[in-house]
């Protein structure tokens, strides 16, 4: 892929979860924004992120995730889990802590859904 992102997609049920490694910023957020639109265009309402292999997020990213956040809220859920130390600092410096539905578990994440 050359952005630092790799995504792989599984659809278990009515949940589709993304596994997400690398980076996530400006040079690949559009691709993230890209597919989790695909997803919801397609009917999809519950998208879990398992961000356990992401190592870091940028602004962009951030405003991916809040995006997809706000648009599922309104007929879904977005649930993202796993979330290292570092990336959660940025997360909870930016505010979005108390925006995002964060859980520490994927089963925590599969069980608010």
């Known amino acids: 892929m050359g952005t630092g992102l790799t995504i792989h997609i599984e659809e278990e049920r009515d949940l589709t ?3 997400i490694d690398g980076r996530l910023d400006a040079s690949n957020a559009p691709l993230l924004e890209r597919k989790l639109r695909e997803m919801m265009d397609g ?3 519950k998208i879990l992120l398992d961000f356990a292999k992401v190592d870091y997020l940028s602004s962009a990213g951030m405003r991916v995730l809040l995006w997809a956040t706000k648009t599922l809220n309104e007929s879904g859920h977005l649930a993202i889990t796993l979330i290292g130390e570092e990336v959660m600092e940025i997360i909870k410096m930016a505010g979005f802590d ?3 539905h964060i859980y520490a578990t994927e089963q925590k994440a599969i069980d608010a859904f």
């Open 17 to 19: 979860v993304f596994r």
């Open 43 to 45: 009917g999809k309402s």
């Open 98 to 100: 108390t925006i995002l």
